[in-house]
């Protein structure tokens, strides 16, 4: 399976901007679909957004969209997440994940349809 490996989390004022890495070893990384996720203190994981392999479809939910973006460097194997406008329930722990599942423009959203993970970065916006 592929290795996961996230950075750039850290403690920003409500209505600054973070970006997230999550660089990915020992395997093909255009060959998988990635995908954000996040999990705050007491709640369950929650799904942030997605990415097909070659970085051309994206989706996200009501509550990141118009302020997350997801990308991908295929050539740098790594998956970013550009967060803006962050608020103060944008606070988690944050984890990418991997799945070779689906076709070239599949996308997912569960985290049962993910198989690799990392092992999270912290993300802490202050009001």
């Known amino acids: 399976q592929v290795q996961l490996v996230e950075s750039g989390g850290g403690l920003v004022q409500a209505g600054g901007s973070l970006r997230l890495s999550c660089a990915a070893s020992?395997?093909?990384?255009?060959?998988?679909?990635m995908g954000w996720f996040r999990q705050a203190p007491g709640k369950e994981r929650e799904f942030v957004a997605a990415?097909?392999?070659?970085?051309?479809?994206?989706y996200y939910p009501d509550s990141v969209k118009g302020r997350f973006t997801i990308s991908r460097d295929n050539a740098k194997s790594t998956v970013y997440l550009q967060m803006n406008s962050l608020k103060p329930e944008d606070t988690a722990v944050y984890y990418c994940?991997?799945?070779?599942?689906?076709?070239?423009?599949?996308?997912?959203?569960?985290?049962?349809?993910?198989?690799?993970w990392g092992q999270g970065t912290q993300v802490t916006v202050s009001s």
């Open positions: 994940a991997a799945t070779a599942s689906g076709f070239s423009a599949s996308y997912f959203t569960r985290t049962a349809d993910f198989r690799s």
């Open positions: 020992g395997r093909i990384f255009s060959n998988y679909a």
């Open positions: 990415i097909n392999r070659s970085g051309g479809i994206t």
